[in-house]
């Protein structure tokens, strides 16, 4: 298996083969949740005006994204994965639109197949590629925003390396690392309403989820399903 760790919004656009794109704060942790609480379909698009566009075709669908972290304005809810609950969620389409990972999924044109990738489910992510027995595979580190490097993204790459090659490899370590040095500002007390601490929590549970969620076109965007592997 040849394995390819990529960075950003070019990197996206360089990814082949089976590729995993890698929002680990918060865009495909939150999209995890989002299943976990019942959502029938979630809906990824790059744009603020696309999900605008689908929700007024799709008065029932939740609308969810950010930009710059912050929920974007007449939207249900931001990129929280605490905001959500399961009374909300549980049988509704969610549209979603983020400004990194959503933003990888639409610029990885050239990949075979793409899956969210995130911490809460990296076992099972790396169980369905090692299942499928894929020769070429690409781990896309989306950073902040698309464009700066981020060390959860990159730290979720290398352990789904890890999982993927047999070597070794402490995620508690890593995980425990980015409350000072990656997460840090999800414990600053101005920033709460934004980034609450509670998300840091969640989007490091590793492993929580034996799910992945592979990324489809549909007939109005891009769609995730779950699959076990």
């Known amino acids: 298996m040849e394995i390819q760790i990529l960075h950003l919004l070019e990197g996206a656009k360089q990814a082949r083969g089976l590729t995993v794109i890698i929002d680990v704060f918060r865009a495909f942790s939150l999209e995890c949740y989002l299943y976990d ?18 929700k007024q075709q799709h008065p029932d669908y939740l609308l969810v994204g950010e ?19 399961r009374e909300a969620v549980d049988g ?26 995130s911490l809460v489910n990296a076992k099972a992510i790396a169980a369905y590629i090692a299942k499928g027995g894929y020769r070429r595979v690409s781990l896309v580190c989306m950073g902040n925003g698309g ?15 890890s999982l993927l ?8 370590a890593g995980v425990a690392s980015l409350r000072h040095d990656g997460g840090e500002h999800f414990f600053d007390p101005a920033n709460q309403e ?9 989007c490091t549970q590793y492993d929580r989820f034996p799910f992945v969620l592979q990324v489809v076109a549909g007939e109005e965007s891009f769609v995730t399903r779950r699959l076990i592997p």
């Open 67 to 85: 930009r710059g972290g912050k929920k974007c304005e007449g939207f249900d809810f931001g990129n929280s994965p605490s905001a959500v609950s």
């Open 92 to 117: 509704r389409c969610v549209i979603h639109t983020t400004s990194a990972g959503t933003q990888g999924i639409v610029g990885a044109v050239h990949a075979d197949q793409i899956l969210t990738g």
């Open 165 to 172: 090659t047999g070597a070794p490899f402490d995620i508690a």
């Open 37 to 54: 609480l019942g959502a029938s379909a979630v809906f990824p698009v790059g744009s603020v005006e696309q999900a605008r566009r689908m």
């Open 194 to 202: 934004v980034f609450p601490k509670e998300d840091f929590w969640m």
């Open 147 to 161: 464009v700066r490097p981020a060390k959860e993204d990159e730290l979720c790459a290398r352990y789904l390396q």
